[in-house]
């Protein structure tokens, strides 16, 4: 059999893109729409008094200007967090406790924080609702803003909800082995706070939302650029009290997207449409994006590390204070999992984990590509280098003697994951992937070239980091596999692309059961009317969950195609074979039929087979996640008289287990080190000391550019799952888990008799700038 | 200014006209006027560069003019992007060879600008590929990709192998070969 997993495919949806002639949420065009642009609060925390919109609901072309109080009816807030089924171990083995949680969709009464939405005003198009939205008059009494954790946690602290005691929003404490007696016992400790900083997830699209209500039919029709169709279904089937057969969510080609929650403005256009009974559209601008959605990051780390004199970690004790802005959409999702990857590779028995998530009054931090995992490794591997520089040893030798072992494969890391199952590294080398990176990069012969150039005046630094990756995070994805009348493979699946090339690797996974050529699958996903359930893709799981149950599926439809050609060619289905979109018999091969002769014979009444239809549905329920893995190594040279900081080289030593596309595995592998690059050097989502949101445009967010990203290597290591049917471990995170760390450990290799510490990222020039001058350099 | 103007202008090779509002800006024209929805909005700022359009010759953003700005010109979005093979764009080939595009919304501006640097340095070295391409963003590829289907492209062109640059090109500057002049590569 011709085998299509593992190929470099090239992508089917790549032809409507390089024309053009994709169909983004900006594209639809739907008779009669009306353009909605938010009214948001200039506070970031206030009582809010008063809402006059008469000025703006008689300005040229508005439809209607909709607050609160016109919603009421109509509009539930929301009451339920995304993973709100915490498995009850959590809470018995963790303490963990959450608060209660209740978001506005429009917010009265109160505001939390700047850019939170208070009206829409809908007019004829965008240009004359922004006129519009000018004309509505908010009026609000201050309150003091609490801007950062250490405000927001002091015993006179304004506390933002008043369901709430204090801004402590969710509190666990993980512990494995004994931490303190080792830390105690250790030769050698270092006690260190660090700080990643707020930044936005930034797709290049900014988000959207059309909705259109029959009132006739009483359906309700959402267009969303989201990671989620199903799950945003099911929230506004509860905000809308509607049933959730009468609600369909398409989500259209995609920008990107990098994080994914669920929006109020996603429920609120919703509910503009049903009131005002015509289509109703709202797409964001950038300003309005980077302040409302997809902040990130946002963690403390206050750490204390035992090691031995040998370099041997002995244990981990640290604080997470995790900034979750005005509201906690994700409760635990980004502290549980910094707590769950800290470890990172290495062969750390004992750990002690502290999180806290605090309310401020920002914009609420949510996943973005990383999620937990970039923030804990950057924390870990900037430690594994302070360790080095204080025991004077290799940082590559440290590491080495603290990795886990191939030989410990799989390995209990003594605790729970979020998901309640153990915390199982399945499958790896951890070894082997470091000496691979090492030499890809040249790792022997970089000192004698780091002396050289530092003889010529120049600063080159090299700098290592791995990760570990839970991916594939459950609870299922679905797939429909079908044989339609033309005889054509069609597959659907609840997971949709926001650009991981689901038209092309799913049709590989499929085409590898059925035998039929990719290029002939179509694969249609982004709409909850193709199947009941759904996830989505968020968590580095399209390939592990859609892939798995496509694979399902496919199996099952191909059990179907043998059992139908073995009615039609009235032989037994074990003397049959299928090969090349052809099922015949081995001992009589001119006996055959194709997928279109099996279509006739399953269309319901041709009498040729018992039951019709050619069709399988599968869901695939991962067991836990699969842990992929990934060590970076980076070279940079930095100027000292400018405190800049360039990426000159970098290496990707990348294991996500079975590739089903090794082109597409690069592509998100060199994506994420980009937003990993970012994150260490350049983006920053700020607030100044009012509480205003000051980083509104591109020139202020800065984004890498295709000059602030070296070439990238990308070696793979495979080791399959164990896990799942495919051997398939995540990809899509990986990439942006490590850099940081790689990029901040150069950055201090560079400049070795600085002894800089580096504790926070973005390293920005103003930030290394200050820490040369604090060294003395 | 009146609020609504009369332009008239080549579109991708063809003659149109329309009658716009003057405070309308060029991106918005030519996706909501004339279905070019090619034409991307990331930034509407000016830095993002996915609204790229060839504007008399030369790429500009359509998000920083005025739709009237358009009157008497020659523009051509990514849907005009002509190939004397009759076949896609040669980059519109590389960049999906070359796997140089994930959601493919950076796309369209990635490849107008591209096909500005080629027409001006046919053979350009990696620095000049990056530097060229610095004005557009892309979030998902980190640029390795799309710099290997700008140098495929290159390597492979030439005027009569699907590179061309749209008619009208007001002929090259020594500034603009200079621009592309840049370090060598480091």
Not at chain 1, 115 to 144: F, H, K, N, S
Not at chain 1, 512 to 526: C, F
Request: hydrophobic share 40%; with cysteine.
């Amino acid at each position: 059999m011709t085998s299509y997993i593992g190929k470099d495919v090239a992508r089917f949806e790549d032809l409507r893109f390089v024309t053009g002639t994709g169909t983004y949420i900006a594209d639809i065009r739907l008779a009669g729409t009306a353009d909605v642009c938010f009214v948001r609060s200039l506070w970031p925390h206030a009582h809010c008094l008063t809402i006059d919109a008469d000025a703006a609901r008689r300005a040229d072309g508005v439809v209607a200007v909709l607050t609160a109080a016109d919603l009421a009816g109509l509009v539930l807030p929301f009451s339920r967090q995304f993973y709100s089924n915490i498995d009850p171990i959590l809470e018995a083995e963790y303490g963990l406790w959450i608060g209660p949680y209740r978001a506005p969709v429009l917010a009265s009464g109160k505001v939390r924080r700047v850019g939170e939405p208070l009206a829409m005003v809908i007019a004829a198009d965008r240009y004359l609702a922004e006129d519009a939205a000018e004309l509505v008059d908010v009026t609000a009494e201050p309150i003091a803003p609490v801007l950062n954790p250490d405000e927001a946690l002091h015993p006179d602290a304004p506390v933002l909800h008043d369901d709430l005691p204090s801004n402590v929003h969710a509190e666990f404490t993980v512990e494995v082995g004994d931490p303190v007696g080792a830390y105690d016992q250790a030769q050698c400790h270092i006690e260190q706070r660090f700080r990643v900083r707020r930044s936005n997830g930034c797709p290049i699209e900014t988000r959207g939302v059309i909705a259109q209500f029959d009132a006739a039919t009483r359906q309700l029709t959402v267009w969303s650029n989201t990671q989620t169709p199903h799950t945003l279904r099911g929230y506004l089937a509860e905000m809308l009290r509607l049933r959730e057969d009468a609600i369909r969510v398409i989500k259209p080609d995609m920008g990107g997207s990098f994080g994914g929650a669920i929006y109020p403005e996603e429920v609120a256009v919703a509910a503009a449409a049903i009131v005002l009974g015509r289509p109703v559209r709202w797409i964001e601008d950038r300003q309005e994006n980077l302040a409302n959605a997809r902040h990130s990051r946002d963690q403390w780390h206050e750490i204390r590390v035992g090691y031995n004199l040998d370099g041997k970690i002995v244990t981990l004790i640290d604080d997470v204070i995790a900034d979750s802005g005005a509201y906690n959409p994700f409760n635990v999702t980004l502290s549980f999992n910094a707590a769950s990857h800290i470890r990172n590779q290495f062969d750390i028995d004992n750990l002690r984990v502290h999180a806290r998530h605090v309310l401020t009054n920002k914009q609420p931090t949510t996943p973005v590509r990383g999620a937990g995992r970039t923030e804990a490794t950057f924390v870990m591997d900037r430690i594994v280098d302070l360790i080095a520089a204080d025991l004077e040893m290799d940082p590559a030798d440290i590491r080495m003697r603290n990795l886990i072992p191939a030989s410990e494969m799989p390995r209990d890391m003594g605790m729970y994951y979020r998901n309640g199952r153990r915390l199982i590294y399945d499958s790896g080398d951890y070894p082997a992937q470091l000496r691979s990176a090492l030499e890809k990069i040249g790792y022997a012969s970089f000192r004698q070239r780091q002396q050289e150039a530092r003889r010529a005046g120049r600063y080159l630094g090299i700098g290592i980091s791995s990760h570990v990756e839970g991916s594939g995070y459950g609870p299922f994805e679905g797939a429909i596999v079908r044989i339609d009348g033309s005889g054509k493979v069609n597959v659907a699946c609840g997971s949709s692309p926001h650009g991981q090339s689901h038209e092309t690797v799913l049709a590989q996974v499929c085409a590898e059961v059925l035998d039929v050529p990719p290029d002939e699958i179509s694969v249609r996903t982004g709409d909850t009317s193709l199947l009941p359930y759904g996830g989505g893709t968020y968590g580095s799981r399209s390939a592990v969950t859609a892939g798995n149950a496509v694979h399902l599926a496919a199996v099952k439809l191909r059990k179907r195609v043998v059992e139908v050609a073995a009615e039609v060619l009235g032989t037994g289905s074990d003397r049959l074979t299928l090969q090349g979109g052809r099922i015949f018999d081995l001992a009589n091969p001119a006996s055959c039929v194709t997928f279109w002769d099996l279509a006739r014979a399953a269309t319901p009444g041709s009498g040729m087979t018992a039951t019709p239809g050619l069709e399988a549905s599968a869901y695939y329920v991962p067991p836990t996640v699969t842990f992929a893995s990934g060590t970076h190594i980076a070279i940079v040279e930095v100027d000292p008289s400018l405190a800049s900081v360039k990426v000159r080289q970098y290496v990707v030593v990348d294991d996500c287990g079975t590739m089903l596309n090794p082109m597409i595995v690069e592509g998100q592998q060199h994506g994420g080190v980009a937003h990993g690059i970012g994150n260490a050097l350049l983006e920053e989502a700020c607030y100044d000391s009012d509480g205003q949101f000051t980083t509104g445009s591109f020139l202020d967010y800065l984004l890498p550019a295709a000059t602030d990203i070296p070439h990238i290597d990308v070696v793979h290591e495979s080791h399959p799952s164990p896990l799942n049917p495919l051997g398939v471990k995540g990809t899509g995170e990986g990439g942006a888990t490590s850099p940081p760390a790689a990029v901040l450990n150069a950055v201090a290799d560079a400049l070795r008799p600085l002894r800089l510490e580096l504790t926070e990222i973005p390293l920005s020039p103003l930030r290394l700038f200050l820490d040369i001058e604090a060294a003395g350099g | 200014m009146p609020d609504e103007m009369r332009i008239s202008f080549t579109l991708n090779g063809t003659q149109r006209t329309a009658m716009i509002k003057s405070r309308h800006t060029l991106a918005d024209v030519l996706r909501d006027e004339f279905g070019c929805t090619g034409v991307h909005l990331g930034c509407e700022q000016g830095v993002c560069g996915a609204c790229t359009v060839v504007f008399n010759g030369r790429t500009a953003r359509a998000c920083l003019l005025l739709g009237v700005q358009a009157d008497g010109t020659s523009i051509v979005t990514i849907e005009g992007m002509p190939s004397e093979t009759g076949e896609l764009h040669l980059l519109q080939q590389t960049f999906s060879s070359a796997h140089g595009l994930q959601c493919g919304f950076c796309t369209p501006g990635m490849i107008i600008t591209a096909a500005e640097l080629i027409h001006e340095v046919p053979a350009p070295t990696e620095t000049q590929i990056r530097e060229a391409l610095s004005g557009n963003l892309c979030r998902c590829t980190g640029y390795a990709n799309i710099v290997l289907a700008v140098r495929r492209a290159a390597e492979a062109g030439g005027p009569d192998r699907g590179t061309s640059w749209p008619e009208g090109a007001s002929g090259l500057s020594d500034d603009a070969a200079q621009s592309h002049g840049g370090a060598p590569d480091d």
